[in-house]
């Protein structure tokens, strides 16, 4: 069969996109124009040269380097919208999406231009393409805990607005336990627990997110197949697993498309998922990355189905919702 039209057809959720990570270099490009800012580079070739990265950090510098051209309310809504028009081109029904607030309050831009401009969009895209979609407000692990309790308190006035948050950004050296009463108060306060763990940090870090923070969803999650014990925790619990699988090859974390986890956490019987994370930098968006670790591990159509319904099994959507999407 033809495994690029299943996939085209299949209906999707998204669970793991930074939204700042689809800011592609033409749009870049022109909002550097419209604010007037300087850009270390003029043409795409030169854009897309320098997104050539070793590791998580290398990528890191360039994404919070490109996000300073996002400046305006308007700015964010463009943003998220851009986002959104491809994942209505790739059949996703749904998306769960992060964004870094600290990473544009830290270089004077309002939370609440941030936020606006984002919700403005997602709003518009549940209108006029019929993509529901949810927020998570995500912390910047390589800050401290304290930099997230003020974030957690200045966002107050949205709180309703947020189905949970996450954890990002640097992973190795700040493990989930660094943010124990953060997350303890964000539990509280009844918002769902997304940590990224296990990208390039220990299995010892999933863990921490799992059994310590209580995570509803571990993001990335590859370095849990490391530790058989934990493997059996995550099929018991089924926790979801959001895989990227071209941010994996981009980043490093696998050398090559084969050496993804996927299959094997298919056949373990993990609630795995297919994302695209940062899809500007990483070389293509959802469909993308379902094709390319369809190609890579030979997945078979039931595989691809899975992998689907999974999106929607692992999202946060209400049961109800879940089964007339699935
Ligand atoms: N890992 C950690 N932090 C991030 C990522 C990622 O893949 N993308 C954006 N922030
Ligand atoms: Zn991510």
């Given at each position: 069969t033809n495994h690029a039209e299943l996939i085209a057809r299949l209906p999707k959720a998204e669970l793991h996109l930074h939204i700042e990570g689809s800011f592609e270099p033409e749009m870049m490009m022109e909002l550097a124009e419209r604010n007037r800012i300087e850009i270390p580079f003029k043409t795409l070739e030169e854009a897309k040269a320098a997104y050539d990265f070793a590791n998580l950090q290398e990528f890191l510098d360039l994404y919070y380097q490109g996000m300073n051209v996002l400046r305006t309310e308007q700015d964010?809504?463009?943003?998220?919208?851009?986002?959104?028009?491809?994942?209505?081109?790739?059949?996703?029904?749904?998306?769960?999406?992060?964004?870094?607030?600290?990473?544009?309050?830290?270089?004077?831009?309002?939370?609440?231009?941030?936020?606006?401009?984002?919700?403005?969009?997602?709003?518009?895209?549940?209108?006029?393409?019929?993509?529901?979609?949810?927020?998570?407000?995500?912390?910047?692990?390589?800050?401290?805990e304290d930099d997230g309790f003020a974030l957690l308190d200045e966002s107050k006035p949205w709180h309703d607005k947020f189905v949970g948050v996450g954890l990002d950004s640097s992973e190795v050296g700040h493990p989930p336990l660094k943010f124990e009463r953060l997350f303890a108060k964000c539990r509280e306060l009844g918002f769902k627990l997304c940590l990224h763990a296990g990208e390039e940090g220990p299995p010892a870090y999933v863990r921490e997110a799992l059994l310590d923070i209580g995570a509803d969803r571990i993001d990335h999650g590859n370095r849990a197949m490391e530790d058989s014990a934990l493997i059996e925790i995550l099929r018991d619990?089924?926790?979801?697993?959001?895989?990227?699988?071209?941010?994996?090859?981009?980043?490093?974390?696998?050398?090559?498309?084969?050496?993804?986890?996927?299959?094997a956490q298919l056949e373990a019987g993990l609630l795995v998922t297919v994302n695209s994370d940062d899809p500007a930098y990483f070389g293509g968006y959802i469909g993308k990355n379902y094709e390319a670790i369809q190609k890579a591990l030979d997945l078979t159509d039931e595989q691809l189905v899975q992998l689907a319904r999974n999106s929607f099994t692992a999202s946060f959507l209400p049961d109800d919702e879940k089964a007339r999407l699935i």
């Open positions: 964010f809504h463009d943003l998220t919208w851009a986002y959104l028009l491809r994942a209505k081109a790739d059949n996703v029904r749904h998306v769960e999406m992060f964004y870094d607030p600290q990473a544009h309050t830290e270089r004077g831009v309002a939370f609440g231009t941030v936020t606006e401009g984002i919700l403005s969009a997602l709003e518009r895209g549940q209108q006029e393409l019929g993509i529901t979609s949810e927020l998570i407000m995500s912390f910047l692990r390589h800050l401290s619990s089924q926790t979801p697993l959001t895989n990227c699988p071209l941010s994996n090859l981009a980043l490093c974390v696998i050398d090559d498309l084969r050496d993804s986890p996927l299959k």
